[in-house]
Structures are given as C-alpha cells and as structure tokens.
C-alpha cells in the first residue's frame, strides 16, 4: 500500500469519523443534561433526512434549503418528543427511559417505513464523489466537505457552550442538576433545549451520512457507531466524543486492509466489546461515583 | 385458587394438540420456547437490574449448539442436547457476565448488543461449520426409540422442557438466591452493604439466564428445523425485552403471560409487517408510563 493510496483511506475515515463524532455528540448532549441515553437519536436524525429529500424532492426547494429544512424538522420532532414522551418519565430512573427511547426508535423506523418507503434511495450531495488529486493523492471532494462542514458546526457548539448563557446552563446542569436549579436556571428548559439541540446536531451528520451511504429507515443504526465513538472517548465528554468518531473512522476504513474480510462489519462492534471491557471510561472520561 | 389455576393450565397446556388445528400447536410451541427464553432474560434483567440486548445472540448460541451436536450424534437423547446447549450457552455466559460486572446501566446494555451483532457475524462468517447464510437444515430429535417427528411431539418436548424450567426459576425465586438478586435490582449498595456479594450473585444471574436462553436455543432449532443467522438480529432481541417489560420485571410468571401475549401478537401480526414495530414501540412506551411492573404488578394484590 502506497501512501498516496493510504492518506485517501485515512482522509475517507476521517470523513466517516465526522458523521460518528456529530452522532456521538448528540447522545452526548442528551446524556450530559438528563443522564439517559436517547436509544431513538439514529431514527431521528434518519426522519430529519427523509425530510430533507422530500423538502427536496416534492417541494422543489434548493439543495441547502431543503436540508435546512430537514434540521429545522428533526429539531421540532426532538422538542415534542421531550415535551409528550420523555418529560412524564422525569423522575422514573434511567432504566426506564433507555426502554422508551428503545420503544421510540422501533415507531419512529416503521412509521418512516410507511410514510416514506422502506427501500434504499439515493440522496443528494452538495458535495462531488469525483477524486481530485493534491500531487500523488487523490481525495474525493464530499470527504472535504463532510469534515469542513462537520468543523464548522463543531466550532460553532463550542462557542455555544462556552459563551452563551444556554450553553452555561447546560454545563452547569450537567455538573450538578440540584445547584443549578439553586442559581435559577430552569433545568426543564434545559432539557428541552438539549433534546433539540442534539438532534439539530444528529440532523446535520444524517443530512451529511445520507449522500455517501444511502437513504433508508436502516440509517439509524448509525447511533450504534456514534455511542461506540463516545464511548471510546469517555462517554459524557463533548472533546472525547469527537476524538472517539474521528479514530473509529479510520479504524473502521483501515481494518479491512489488514484484517479478514470477513470480520469487517463487526468492527466497530469488536473496538466498542474491546474499550468497554479493557477501560469503560474510554480515553478522556471521568470515574463516576455511585450513591446508594 | 392459586392451584387451581396452575392446575387449569396444566390441563389446558397437555390437552392443546388435541384439540387445536396444527398451526396453533406450532403456536403453542413457539409460546413455550419463548417463555423459556423470557424467563431466562427476566432472571437478568428483571431480578439483577442488568439489561440485555443481546439474547438472540445466547439463542443462536443454544440453537446451533444443539443443532451441531444432534448432526454429529443422532441418536442422541433430546434432553440430553438440550442440556449440552444450555451448558454451552451457560460458558458462554459466564465468559461474558464476569468482564460485564465492571459495566452497568447503558454500558452494559450496550456491551450485550454489541455481543448479539458478533455472535450472528461469527455464524455467518464460520461457514464451514454453520453453513453460513445458506442456513442449516436441523435433524429430527429422537428420544430413545422415538423420532419426535409430529407438530404435536415437539409440543409436548417444549411444554415439558418449559414447565419444567418455570417451576425452576419460581424455587430460585423463592429461594436466599432470588432474594439477593431483587436486593441487587433495589440497590445494589445497599445489598452488598448487607453481606450480599453482589458480583457473585450477579455473575450467577448472568449464567443462569444464558442456561436458559441455551436450552430454548436448543427447542427452537428442533421446533423450527432451520437455522440462518438473520433469524436471530437484534430485533428478536428487542421482543424478548418486550416479553418482559409487558409481563413484569422480576416475574417468572410475568415472564410466561408476556412471552404468549407477544408470541401470539407477533404471529397475528405477520401479515401487516409494517405495523409490527410500531405496536411494539407503543407496548414499550406505554408499559413503562403508565404500568410500570407490568401485567404481573396488575395482578397483585394491593397491600
């Protein structure tokens, strides 16, 4: 293997590794201001998406509005689930919330199923597959745009969480829910607000994912691979999560050159059995104490 | 009362085939198998608070193990497969449950799915054992001179095997075990600030609920007669859990009214597919809104 042909895989993981980072992320947010794990964030994100290629399709929009539109919609989506669904089971332990998130993502996939279709469809890219080449290596502009315009959004949470008073509600609630709502921040708003703002977040990498695989109720199992990614970094911490996709998709896109073929599908399951069982804080999580 | 109505269903369970159409015996089967399996799962999530998404995975373990064996030694007794299945579904428990003690909540969950996806890619990719995707056709059981080779043979096979399986996990209920497990599930501080070892016990659920979920794997390959791995994906997985959910965590009789309710739904539901899911979903987030405990919580009495 040369390394023009090695940098194209890893720049091609590094592309897939921003799709898991912005799924990982967004479990992230949710868990860092309810503690629970949202098990449905792979089918919101995939609802986002077949909205975004309807808004497209039917509508005729231009290609950024339409996936405006499916962001906007997987945000709207997120703030009715919290508000019915998930604000009920508040004071229910997070056993249970996993099972309705769980419950949650089966009718959000059949219901998907049915309005849209269950098939694979193709999904506009604002990006070329065409490689260009920089010298000896070549590189497919929709790698580019994946990881700029996962940057972008990256930089801009970052600004959030530190500069604005949301963003320090949030931080503050995910340190300690009790003295937060002592300072006044409204901790309900607060979950809201990371409900939507995860799936904003989960929007963008589905509107991103769906071009390079294929549209289909299927593309939520993505969330697996994101959670792997969080974990791998320290599951609860935002720069883990994003050091965790981008390694799991280079690994992910290198393993097939050294490893059996057969194997391939099952590694980003193999590398998430491996970091729970040898380090489940992953690289830069935090020992959480137990209370009775 | 109490008796009565186990002896009721005694009654009803052995006089099924003799009165249903074939298709419903297969039914009744199924619903044996799966309370097995059920009740296997209850015994690790309901009573140890430790949820799995990965029993398909144990399944296909006990199925294929019994499936191997009976090609290999035909004139194997079936209880004895079934046993052989479930000891090897057990090994592969405990190699699983003793690293899971480091996880919980949502990590172990998470651990157990990823160890469901693994088990159906080994299958597929260990083909020349397991035949891979083309699946493998599974032999007849024989007991001693007989070939259970009838809908109602294979029955009277999974009613015994689950009747006697319930009346296990209700004496294990019952019993110092049962306890320290539903100490664990309150808390598992508090049990072991009460002398509770938890790791033990909970390494002892972990085993205990593969055994069982080996020994349905094992039913299932001979109730089915065919075995590929995509019959055994995640979503299997998930109607277990809502076997469980709907009939009650930390119920073994629970277990066995869910698993027929979710059996007997599955199958009524075969032909609205797309619908499938969707109640699904629904049973979950209903159950867990607004009866918590689920159908065995209904039931008891309010002290």
């Known amino acids: 293997m040369t390394g023009a042909a090695l940098a194209h895989v890893v720049v091609s993981g590094l592309a897939t590794g921003c799709i898991y980072a912005l799924v990982a992320l967004s479990l992230v947010i949710v868990y860092n201001a309810t503690r629970t794990l949202n098990f449905a964030q792979g089918e919101m994100l995939m609802v986002s998406a077949f909205v975004a290629w309807s808004a497209q399709r039917a509508a005729g929009l231009p290609l950024l509005l339409a996936f405006a539109c499916g962001v906007a919609a997987g945000g709207v989506l997120a703030y009715v689930v919290e508000r019915v669904v998930i604000r009920r089971a508040l004071s229910a332990t997070h056993w249970d919330v996993l099972i309705i998130t769980l419950g949650l993502s089966l009718m959000l996939r059949a219901g998907a199923g049915m309005v849209w279709t269950n098939d694979e469809l193709p999904f ?40 604005t008073r949301f963003g320090r509600a949030m931080r503050a609630v995910a340190q300690n829910q009790n003295a937060a709502r002592l300072m006044g921040i409204s901790v309900e708003r607060v979950y809201s607000g990371a409900w939507v703002l995860a799936a904003v977040v989960g929007a963008v990498g589905g509107v991103l994912f769906a071009p390079v695989t294929f549209l289909s109720t299927k593309m939520g199992l993505i969330a697996i691979n994101g959670f792997t990614a969080a974990v791998l970094g320290g599951f609860g911490s935002m720069p883990g999560a994003v050091v965790g996709g981008m390694l799991l998709g280079v690994i992910e896109n290198l393993a097939p050159l050294y490893l059996p073929t057969g194997i391939r599908y099952s590694v980003p399951f193999l590398v998430m059995i491996a970091i729970l069982l040898a380090r489940p804080r992953g690289l830069f999580g935090r020992v959480e104490r137990r209370k009775v | 009362m109490r008796r009565t109505a186990l002896g009721l269903a005694a009654v009803a369970a052995l006089g099924w085939p003799l009165v249903a159409p074939k298709y419903l015996v297969f039914l009744g089967t199924l619903v044996a198998v799966n309370a097995v399996v059920a009740i296997g799962l209850n015994l690790l999530s309901g009573y140890t608070n430790q949820l799995s998404f990965g029993h398909a995975g144990f399944l296909a373990i006990g199925a294929y193990v019994a499936a191997l064996v009976t090609l290999q030694v035909p004139a194997l007794p079936v209880p004895l497969t079934l046993l052989v299945a479930g000891l090897a579904t057990a090994l592969v428990g405990l190699a699983l449950g003793i690293p899971c003690l480091r996880l919980e909540g949502l990590y172990l969950a998470m651990a157990t799915l990823a160890f469901g996806f693994v088990v159906t890619e080994a299958i597929t990719n260990l083909d020349w054992l397991t035949r891979g995707n083309d699946g493998l056709r599974v032999p007849l059981a024989r007991l001693g001179p007989w070939t259970l080779d009838t809908d109602a043979a294979r029955y009277y096979l999974a009613v015994a095997v689950a009747a006697a399986m319930i009346l296990a996990a209700l004496n294990v209920a019952a019993t110092r075990t049962g306890r320290a497990f539903l100490a664990i599930r309150t808390s598992e501080i508090a049990a072991q600030a009460s002398g509770i070892n938890a790791a033990a016990y909970k390494t002892i659920a972990f085993v205990l609920s593969a055994f069982y979920t080996g020994v349905a794997g094992g039913l299932f390959a001979f109730v089915v007669g065919f075995l590929s791995p995509d019959a055994f994906d995640v979503f299997l997985s998930v109607d277990f859990l809502v076997m469980i959910i709907l009939g009650g965590l930390g119920s073994v009789l629970g277990s066995v009214a869910g698993a027929a309710i979710v059996t007997v739904l599955n199958d009524s539901l075969a032909g609205f597919q797309a619908f499938r899911p969707l109640i699904f979903g629904a049973i979950m987030i209903i159950c867990m809104l607004f009866m918590p405990g689920g159908l065995a919580a209904m039931t008891r009495r309010k002290s």
Do not use: C, W
């Not at chain 1, 260009?132 to 700029?148: C, H, M, R, T």
């Open chain 1, 124 to 163: 506009p890219s604002l990006f070329s597959n065409r490689p260009v080449s920089f010298g000896p290596v070549k590189i497919a502009p929709v790698s580019l745009g994946i990881i700029g315009a996962s940057l972008v959004l990256m930089l801009a949470l970052v600004m959030l969480f530190r500069a």
